[in-house]
């Protein structure tokens, strides 16, 4: 894992690899889920980080990991009948 890129040292874009990154933003104190980092580079305006690496360890104290979603509860065949009910679809 390492920086490559910042915006006003107050959000970071983090490399870890297998082309996907994650950004470490210091004002939510989250460091969000990883995602594909080519899209991140894409999303906004990003200047090259070439300052230490060192302060990863302590930018990583100030934050909080973004928690992955519970995935979604499996409906019953009958509870989909009766929100197509409720909604008027005839089954």
């Not at 959000?11 to 297998?18: A, M, S, T």
């Not at 090259?48 to 302060?55: G, K, P, R």
């Not at 930018?59 to 499996?74: G, I, S």
């Amino acid at each position: 894992m390492k920086i490559v890129a910042h915006q006003n040292h107050r959000v970071y874009l983090l490399d870890i690899g297998d082309d996907r990154g994650q950004v470490l933003d210091l004002d939510q104190k989250k460091l969000f889920r990883p995602f594909n980092i080519h899209s991140i580079l894409t999303y906004s305006p990003w200047d090259e980080y070439t300052d230490s690496q060192n302060i990863l360890p302590d930018l990583l104290a100030q934050v909080t990991a973004e928690e992955n979603p519970p995935p979604p509860k499996r409906r019953s065949e009958a509870e989909i009948q009766q929100w197509l009910r409720e909604k008027g679809f005839r089954s």
